[in-house]
């Protein structure tokens, strides 16, 4: 699975029919209700960045550890990266960034707050975006 | 009044029959699907719309096509396709009919399909492509039954139809068009898939629609003259094959401007795709035999239609229009769709192959709505048969 880059105007969104997937109204983040979504996959193809993936069979017996705060998996839907939106109601932050510690690979934070880590990594790194003509807006930045 | 397609010689039962065992064979692959999940099929994260999708595609197009027949007739008086407007409504029933049938049979959670009317998202093509499809299915059946219905109860002096069908006629000529044009929105609003983001994808739709469409009636209209007495009439299916004439021309030349834009520019994305279909890229080129064939046949169509000798042979106009008819099918319900996946907005080639169990689906869907045109048609030419007599 790809890194979703939690555009500002996301396609997938404007495509799906249920609202099954959408934007967070509390972080901007590009959410997904797995039991809503009626598997059309519209949003992977409206996706720019093959950021989704669709559980093609039912998923369940290839996990070996069941995570009890993750919303339950089921084959037929599509699934996306949500930035851990369950760690972050919690107030951690994503599995991803926790994993790189101390090395400052990834950054997370608010980018509408001018003094989070992020806008100062921001304000003084070159990032690029990926795609940045067609107008999604990606919040996903990348440190060059 | 449907009791007319319940008589039958044993050739009409024999063909029933044979479609109900491939509907059969479909509908127990579906019931493996259905348990199994869509890994059943060739899909894949890359291909993520296989043969159901664009089938779908390709169908909109047929039903929309009727509408070839209705609006000559209805706008501008044109007599000669009084007696054939109703081939069209009724093959747009079978039509849309499958379009709903490959859309259910595509999703992952068939069981929410109810989700699109409980959760109405306006944004979303896709919520109005099941307004305007289903909203053409029920003018189609409302109109073309409510005229059946009017000869067949009276079947010995001629009637016309009643007056309050007339506006749901003229409604369903503009929304013939709605259904292919909000169909070719699925695919040309989308930012990160250069081959789909055209504007000429919905004209293109159409042109396709308006040769494939009349293509197929033209074809089961010589069928009909064969198994029944019902005849067209000369007039009727000559003015048919210029329009489907015209309107395969049209189609050509819009693919033509794809080509001009993609290779001029020189843009990659824009070329990537076509070159996919047509040369093979990077090795991967399943597709290459196919979109070749779809050209040489369209082409081979277009001249046997155009050349006078066998335009007026009803076995080579019948060939022609066949040919044409897989041309586009090839065109529309392979290349645009399964093409547009390749390569992968994160430049991947992956190449799709339907499954076996897919296949059967697939052509167990074609059977069903080779069914309710064939019931449909039955009690139509009955209740016409009937009157004439």
């Known amino acids: ?144 | 009044m449907i009791e007319k397609a319940l008589k039958g010689s044993s050739k009409y039962w024999a063909w029933m029959a044979f479609l109900a065992m491939l509907v059969g064979i479909g509908a127990i692959s579906y019931y493996h699907q259905f348990y199994y999940g869509l890994g059943y099929t060739g899909m894949s994260r890359d291909v993520s719309w296989g043969l159901y999708i664009s089938q779908f595609t390709f169908m909109v197009g047929v039903a929309a096509g009727g509408v070839m027949l209705v609006l000559p007739y209805y706008i501008h008086d044109y007599k000669a396709f009084s007696r054939i407007t109703i081939l069209g409504e009724f093959l747009a029933i079978a039509a849309v009919s499958m379009c709903l049938m490959f859309i259910i049979v595509d999703l992952g959670q068939p069981m929410r399909l109810l989700n699109v009317l409980l959760h109405p998202t306006p944004h979303s093509m896709l919520f109005w492509d099941m307004i305007v499809l289903n909203g053409y299915l029920f003018l189609n059946l409302l109109v073309g039954w409510t005229l059946v219905h009017a000869q067949y109860k009276s079947p010995h002096r001629p009637v016309p139809p009643p007056k309050w069908i007339k506006p749901f006629i003229y409604i369903s000529i503009p929304w013939a068009v709605s259904i292919h044009t909000v169909t070719a929105f699925l695919y040309a609003g989308l930012p990160g898939r250069d081959f789909w983001l055209t504007a000429i994808m919905a004209p293109r739709f159409l042109a396709s629609a308006f040769a494939a469409g009349p293509a197929l009636i033209v074809i089961m209209a010589l069928i009909i003259k064969r198994v029944s007495k019902f005849d067209a009439g000369q007039e009727a299916i000559q003015k048919m094959v210029t329009i489907i004439g015209y309107a395969t021309l049209v189609n050509f030349f819009f693919i033509g401007m794809e080509f001009f834009t993609a290779f001029y520019s020189n843009i990659p994305g824009h070329k990537a795709t076509l070159d996919y279909l047509f040369w093979g890229l990077e090795g991967a080129h399943s597709l290459v035999p196919w979109m070749r064939a779809s050209m040489l046949l369209g082409a081979i169509g277009v001249i046997m239609l155009l050349t006078p000798k066998t335009r007026y042979n009803e076995k080579t106009l019948g060939l022609a229009c066949a040919l044409i008819f897989l041309s586009l099918w090839i065109d529309k319900g392979l290349g645009l769709v399964l093409g547009g996946f390749v390569p992968s907005p994160t430049e991947y080639i992956t190449q799709y192959y339907p499954t076996m169990g897919e296949l059967a689906i697939t052509i167990g869907v074609w059977a069903a709505g080779f069914m309710i045109v064939t019931v449909l048609y039955k009690m139509a030419i009955r209740v016409r048969l009937d009157f004439e007599n």
């Open chain 1, 1 to 144: 699975m790809t890194l979703c880059n939690h555009c500002d105007d996301p396609p997938c969104v404007r495509a799906c029919p249920t609202k099954a997937t959408f934007k967070s109204m509390d972080n901007g983040i590009v959410m997904m209700d797995y039991h809503r979504c009626i598997g059309c996959r519209f949003c992977m193809a409206a996706c720019p960045y093959g950021a989704r993936s669709f559980n093609w069979r039912n998923p369940r017996p290839f996990i070996k550890k069941i995570n009890p705060d993750f919303p339950t998996r089921m084959r037929g839907v599509v699934e996306k990266c949500t930035f851990c939106a369950e760690r972050l109601a919690e107030g951690k932050i994503p599995a991803c960034v926790e994993a790189t510690g101390d090395t400052k690979a990834m950054v997370f934070g608010d980018l509408n707050d001018p003094h989070s880590e992020i806008s100062q990594v921001l304000e003084s790194t070159f990032t690029i975006q990926r795609k940045p003509r067609l107008g999604t807006r990606p919040s996903i930045f990348y440190i060059i």
